[in-house]
Every structure is written in C-alpha cells, then in structure tokens.
C-alpha cells in the first residue's frame, strides 16, 4: 500500500515508522528544515520529501495519483483541510485522513471538504474517559466510519450469567457478532460449544443499542 504523509511532525514520524516497519511504502512531506533533518536521523532518505505538501506540484512529484491512502497530520488544521480537499477532488485518492488539532474546527472535516476519516485528539480522548466511567470493563477499540457499529473488548466477570456457560445458551443480541476470545495468552475463535470463563476478553463488533445488553451478559 502507498502511503503519502504530509506533516513529519511526532505524529507524522511515528505513523511513517510504523507503516514501514509493515512493509508499506510511504511519502513523507515535510517543509521545515529542522523537522526535516530529524526525519532524516529517523527514516529512509528516499521516504522524505522536502516542501510544502498542500503544494499541488509538491504533491504529484510524490506520485500522489497512485496512492492508496493520503494522511494530512500537520499541526494546522487549515493546512490538512487544503491537503485532503487537494487529495480527494483533485487527485481522487481513494481515502483521506486527517487530523484535526483544534476540536472546534471538527465540523469541517467532512466528505465535502475531502476527508474520510477526520482524526480528533481530543474527542476520542474524552470518549475514552467517559466510557471507562459508565461501562467500566467495556471499551471501544474501534468505532466504524459508518452506522452505528463499533468493535468492543469486554472482560467476563465472575459473577456474570456468561462465567462458565456454553456461549450457544448465551442470550446473544442479534446485531452483535462476537470475534474472538482471549484467554491466557491464547486466541480463541467462537462456536456454539464454546465455554466461556471467567476473565476471558470478548472481543465483538455490535451496535450501540446492543452495548448494554452485553454488559449484562458478560460483566
């Protein structure tokens, strides 16, 4: 997978270490000399591109009209909302991420401005906090672009009706698919005979709706 990142940043750098370490190639466009000789300490030279990367001519000499994925993590929101607009309309990169720095300007990071994913810090920092507070040993892993689907982990609790049970006498909501289960080290993939036991991680992808009716099952 193509990779181009504009911003070299903590962010940026430590997105571009962890796509390459997955065999990914990746373009990081970086405009400010000091960040860019760091970069050069940290990454491949042929990864780095020095100039400014909401600069159409900066972009195509970077190949961007064959990447699969374009991320604008820059500390300026204006200048990731020219880059995704840029990326999307212009260029049709088939998914744009962005990262939004002030939570303010989170309303603008939408498909008509070329983002598919806008990444706001903050938002998810307080949704983790609130979520460890009312769901305790339930938290969101991921939370799908589209619908109201997230994928959970869930820890069954000793005293849960789910401890010990056959997961096919488990009253299961209908819109809740469970995944796998952790269990010492191991990965479990779920079946009907399955046992469940105590301190096992239930990891399922379901709807808000049923959330709360997982808990009651498993913690």
């Not at 994925?69 to 880059?83: K, P, R, S, Y």
């Not at 191991?186 to 105590?198: A, H, M, N, R, V």
């Amino acid at each position: 997978m193509k990779v181009i990142i504009i911003g070299g940043g903590q962010v940026g750098s430590y997105l571009a270490t962890l796509l390459l370490s997955n065999g990914h190639e990746i373009r990081v466009i970086e405009h400010r000399e000091s960040v860019f000789h760091k970069l050069e300490k940290e990454l491949p030279h042929e990864a780095l591109v020095f100039g400014n990367g909401s600069d159409p001519e900066v972009l195509e000499s970077v190949g961007i009209a064959s990447a699969n994925v374009v991320a604008a993590v820059t500390g300026a929101d204006e200048i990731n909302l020219v880059v995704s607009t840029l990326a999307k309309m212009e260029f049709g990169v088939p998914r744009v991420v962005a990262r939004v720095n002030n939570p303010k300007n989170a309303w603008l990071f939408n498909s008509g401005m070329g983002v598919d994913i806008g990444v706001n810090q903050a938002e998810l920092m307080a949704h983790f906090v609130v979520e460890e507070m009312n769901m305790k040993d339930m938290f969101t892993l991921l939370k799908l672009n589209r619908g109201d689907y997230s994928i959970v982990q869930i820890k069954v609790q000793p005293n849960s009706k789910a401890a010990n049970q056959l997961l096919k006498d488990l009253s299961i909501p209908k819109k809740t698919v469970l995944i796998a289960i952790t269990r010492d080290n191991s990965t479990l993939i779920p079946k009907g005979d399955t046992q469940i036991l105590e301190d096992d991680d239930i990891l399922a992808l379901t709807d808000d709706a049923s959330r709360a009716e997982l808990k009651e099952i498993f913690s």
